[in-house]
């Protein structure tokens, strides 16, 4: 069974950092991309940055330039390096893998992490 594990939420102050971790394990073929995703109380969920199999990066506009996502492949893991935080970071963050469990596989079906708190304080 795929299985995505969150780490490195948790309380920091405004301007501080974070780093989050996302490790991905089970049967996993090939892995078309990993992202990360946040939802703050009483809004929808929202993308904050993905990366693909190509090593391209996409980001929410308001995280540009504070965020980054990088990628470990050889340990199926992700990472989110939140910089000068604000309070309106503060959210559940997911992370999100597409991939492949078998060759015969057609497509790339998506996976969720159970998710990680991050409260930015003032």
Known sequence: QVQLVESGGGLV????????????????????????????????RELVAVITSGDSTNYKDSVKG???????NRKNTVYLQMNSLKPEDTAVYYCNMNARTSLGS????????K???VTVSS
């Open 115 to 117: 998710g990680t708190l």
């Open 13 to 44: 102050q405004a301007g501080g950092s974070l780093r989050l971790s996302c490790a991905a394990s089970g049967r996993i073929f090939s892995i078309n991309g990993m992202g990360w995703y946040r939802q703050a109380p009483g809004k929808q």
């Open 66 to 72: 504070r965020f980054t996502i990088s990628r470990e």
């Open 106 to 113: 057609q497509s790339g079906m998506d996976y969720w992490g």
